[in-house]
């Protein structure tokens, strides 16, 4: 039981990386699979941060009277991740935007009749 | 003057130089600043290179602070060896692109092209440098976000799909790093490479370690094009620029191996992986699959530069086989071949780059006759092409050799058969090139033609490849010492540290 | 208490996650998208991450679901069902979700003091930072000085998801007619942004500096000032907004942003240091070490407003040509 209440965190976490996962590889639509990269990218950050906190401890900014704080580095490696995601998904929507003019569809099926398949 | 900071240079000259490109605005100006600082780099590697090979290992800790609660740079013989290869090539591509790039990318874009390759060369030199892992996984999305740029910069509309496909299939593979490392965070409390082998080594075998390498293994090996997650890469190199395809070939996918083999034998450590979680014949099979599949499929493609992106997977295959031999020899076969295929497939590319500038296309139709047309041109993809077989004299034997004397070591009669068989697939994809080029007339896609030499800022690069395969080949004391010393220094690091410590 | 809130908030976002699997409209994929993105940041806050959960409202649930937007416009609202086999996928999720499971077994409890992760690299950060950097925000003092590289790198990322977007679309040119398009029409909502433009601006730059003592920083003060600009562009026209700040200017501006940054590094270097060493530029390092921070968000949020904006002069250029084609 006391296993449970220390992990179901991890595991909901998980869940939730796996619906992400799941919507990128198996989404036609090339909206879509952004979508999920940045719900998979978003649970993973959840992760990160599920490591550093620290049950009774506060924002690690130092104030008076606190003496416990929670762990300021998985915070800094976040930052840094969530920025990264999102420069990763503004050139992949300038990508559809691009294969929609190109094509006329983002729906992944319909170029690769379209194309000749390499 | 500058000589103690010479290992964060690599890293942070293309990375100054990169903005400057566009505050400089005109494009001539831009390629001049882009090579000036590409070849400067090289020269900085060169030097560290040989400083290690003396002295071992080079760290600076940047902002001061001293690891692990500061990033480190950490440059041992294996980052600096790849390093020089990366800088070497991206300044002969830069050459190269100055011609090239003109009939394949829309004028107004070629500063934006230059701005993207410094900023992939940043990228590239930082995950070679670096000593932290979370700051690996930053320079590989900075490297990363730059190719995807570079490859959709080509002509035709395949290239968007294939940079998308890319994207996808790249942020998957860095998405399972991030959580990788977060796991080894998460029971060593450190991000520090070589703070996590010393921490990792006091563990016996720890579920979430194990997953954390799964996840870290898989996302490698999806940047790292292994078979069965190489499918982003044949549409990328088929429809990316020239020199674009020159330039990743020989670079991106070497690095991304170069980041197994500092995690594998870095971090956690030969003994963890190879028998505790028996990596090694998964790996093996793996690669004998890649060998294999990847050279029949390129025996069988009409579209050459399709050909060589299939070839460079099997090449890939090769280097994957000498790190799963988990011995000395075995490493240093894999990391030679880094040096020595990044040296056949530039050229390569770079040949056909050529045939593309002067004919328009790349079918192998368009090559029929070119022997005569564009000599100096196929005389370089010749050679190339024998360095690929394995022929004697070239550097391609040089990496056979080694690959075969590993295997035999070990007493995997088998696995040296199929090296030398892979040798037969690429006789079959490049003796087509060849036959094309020297024994038939020229097609219909090109008769009538005049169709000249390609100009000289595009041939002095690719004969400086060709040159450096025919000696480094002949003379092998450099790149093999660079090799061994690398491997010597990845296969003993666990211990050294453990002293140190 | 804290528990309770955890689980409703892991609840409704594995709902929101399930329910963008099945729903074809993108539109509502995309606010889903924008619910998840701001639950996430509630569950940062609840997990003491108040610097992350700004981020990640400002940038993710922000800008992202802006740029989605965008592309919808662009490329239609409706998902086309497809007959794609779905056995392949579920069973790449599931073996992969069984990994992770398998590896959460040996993971250290949630929430432990005791825990690996605070006993080693972090006490450092926590105890001696006020001192050593002297700035309150721990998370700051990571960011800006210890692992200040990092940022380097991602200041890097911004700047190159900038240059990847202008060579996909390119900027619109600052058009000389001054067509007056946006929502004019709604008088409520020109009034309103007339008011609220100003204080946002004053926001971002309030961010900027006060990162050092409370959550903030340069990403999201660019990110906020970026936003007051969209939010011009949106109300009063895309022409009038490229009056306002012309897309030369942002080129500019995001390399001078990395710039400054990889400038500040450089200067250390000069005054025999390593690479980012900010004690030396000044006589005392905790006062060096606050110019070098200062200079360093200043680089950030330039680049990060600049390359924001100029993503979304890009997107936007394109839809203004769809609309008078």
Redesign the interface.
Known sequence: MNFIVEHYNYWVVVFLMMVGFYIVISANNLVKKIVGLNVFQTSVFMMYISIGKVTGGSAPIAAEGITTYSNPLPHVLILTAIVVGVATTAVGLALIVRIKRAYGTVEENEFEHKEELI | MFVQHFPVLPIILPLIAAPLCILVGRSHLAWILATLVSALSFYVSVDLLLTTIEQGVLSYAIGGWEPPWGIEIRIDAASAMILSVVTGISTLVLVYAKESIVKEIDSRQHTLFYTAHLLCLTGLSGILSTGDAFNLFVFLEISSLATYTLVSLGADKRCLTAAFRYLVMGTIGATFILIGVGMMYMKTGTLNMIDLSARIAEFDSNRTLNTGLAFILVGVSIKLALFPLHMWLPPAYTHAPSAVSAFLASTATKVAVYVMVRFIFTIYGAEYVFYTMSMDIILLVLAIVAIFKCSFMATVQSNVKTMLAYSSVAQIGYMILGISLASNLGLMAGLLHIFNHALMKGALFMAVGAVLFRTGSVDIKAFQGLGKQMPLTMAAFTIAGLSIIGVPLTVGFVSKWYLVTAALEQQHWVVAFLVLLGSLLAIVYIGRILEAAYFKKPSQLTAGKDIKEAPMLMLVPMWGLVIANIYFGIDTSLSVTAADSAAQWLTQAVTETGAKQ | MTEII?LVL?AM??IT??S??FIKD?FT??ML?GI??FL?AL??VN??????AF??AS??AG??TV??L???A???RK??S???Q?IL??L???V??A???????????????N????????P???NDS?REIGL????T???A??????????T??????A???????GLPKQDRTLIQSGLKSHLVLRVVAKMIIPLIVLFALYVQFHGD???GGG?QAGVIAAAALILYALVFGLSVATHVVPPKVL??L???G??IY??T??VS?FLS???????VLASNPVAGQHIGIIAIELGVGIT?FAAMLS?FY??AG?AERKNIQ
């Open positions: 955890d892991l976002l594995a996650a399930l963008v699997i993108l994929v995309v998208f998840y993105s996430s569950i940062f997990l003491d991450a108040v610097d992350v981020t990640e940038v993710g800008i992202s740029l989605m965008g592309t919808l662009l490329t239609g998902e086309k497809s007959s794609r779905t996928p579920l790449v999720v599931c992969t979700g990994a992770l499971i398998y590896g959460t077994l040996d993971m250290p409890p949630f929430g432990d003091p825990n690996p992760a605070q006993q080693h690299v972090a450092r950060y926590i006020p309150p925000n721990m998370v003092s990571v960011l000085s210890y692992r200040g590289f990092d940022t380097l790198g991602e890097a990322v911004v700047f190159a998801a240059i990847g977007v202008l060579s996909l679309l003592y409370g959550p990403f080129k500019i995001a390399a001078l990395v710039l990889a400038g590094g450089v270097l240091a390593n690479f980012l060493d900010y004690s990060v993503i890009a997107f394109q």
